[in-house]
């Protein structure tokens, strides 16, 4: 089958009989055409199916029409939502987007980054990310960016903060009020920055209440489902007695109840269930999964919308988005 032939801008000049540069002003709009020759080019146009070069259009006014977005793990539903409320805001502006995955790797986020400098994209949205602040700056310095997931010194307007020590610290004092005295923790990686908020988020509400944390009941996960399982293994090894376990994400909580599920404790009757980040199947759970988190997609728009008025010079208020609990099943009150 013979490919179709990609019309150009000198087929519609040929077949209007103009020069190309007035076809460019018809299509860029950039000088005054004669009316008549105006509308004779837009009706070629549109006879011939012509579709301009973006890129190409958007190289010579000095932009590349392209947003970069680095995320962290883009099979994380929790930044799958992010991601969709980027491209929701997006999708009409005349921008288009570029994503990369860090994998909680500093040196793969650094080399991702300087990627998109090099394609000359007109702004970026980070999320999180384990990249040290003097990075993330060095690259602000050279174009417009949104960060999501932390704050940064001198940028405050562009960053979007999550706090995750607050967000762990309700969490755990839910099983705390629910009399829970004896509570195992499930970390994330260790390494990153969100890890190491919500652990201490944990630790806070324990001491709140009164209760010295025991290291046998704090095990290392890695944020996926597989860790959740492993990391209940190594709980009932360990023989320590606990009445809850909180996990530092959803796909670690959905991991430890197949665990106990797998060993015939039930949940919540036995033990109760806490995740974080609210993943949006946490709800059609069994039972339903207690968890805490944001609302992640209208993060994602006002992400979007942030470095959006950025690129067009316009003034724009960041919103601020607090964690939010939301209480369903898994949790009984402890016996």
Do not use: C
């Not at 001198?154 to 020590?165: A, G, K, R, V």
């Amino acid at each position: 089958m013979e490919s179709r032939k990609k019309i150009t801008i000198q087929d519609i000049a040929e077949k209007a009989n103009v020069s190309i540069s007035t076809v460019s002003r018809v299509v860029n709009n950039t000088a005054p055409v004669a009316e008549e020759t105006r509308r004779q080019v837009l009706a070629i146009i549109d006879e011939m199916g012509y579709r301009p070069n973006m890129f190409a259009q958007g190289l010579a006014g000095g932009q590349s029409m392209m947003i970069g977005v680095l995320t962290q793990f883009i099979s994380s539903p929790l930044y799958d939502h992010i991601l969709r409320g980027i491209n929701d805001e997006i999708q009409g502006s005349g921008y288009s987007t570029i994503f990369a995955d860090g994998y909680w790797n500093s040196q793969k986020e650094e080399a991702a980054l300087e990627a998109f400098v090099e394609r000359r994209v007109d702004g970026l949205i980070v999320l999180a990310g384990n990249l040290s602040d003097a990075a993330l700056l060095r690259i602000h310095d050279q174009l417009p960016m949104v960060v999501v997931g932390r704050k940064l010194p001198s940028m405050e307007q562009d960053s979007i903060p999550l706090d995750n020590f607050e967000a762990s610290r309700m969490a755990a004092r839910y099983l705390t009020d629910a009399g829970h005295r004896r509570i195992a923790y499930i970390t994330g990686v260790p390494s990153h920055q969100d890890s190491f908020d919500r652990r201490l988020g944990y630790l806070r509400a324990l001491a709140e209440a009164g209760l010295e944390p025991d290291p046998e009941l704090i095990i290392e996960g890695d944020f996926t489902e597989a860790s959740g399982i492993l990391a209940v293994e190594m709980l009932l090894v360990r023989g320590r007695n606990f009445s809850a376990i909180m996990a530092g994400n959803d796909q670690m909580a959905y991991g430890a109840r197949l665990a106990l599920y797998r060993r015939g404790i039930r949940v919540p009757e036995d033990i109760s269930l806490v995740g974080f980040d609210d993943q949006p199947h946490s709800a059609y759970q069994t039972p339903p999964l207690t968890s805490v988190g944001w609302p992640a997609i209208e993060i994602g728009e006002a992400a979007a919308q942030a470095l959006l008025s950025r690129l067009k010079d316009k003034p724009y208020q960041m919103p601020s988005f607090q964690p939010r609990l939301y209480v369903r099943e898994s949790v009984a009150r402890a016996r």
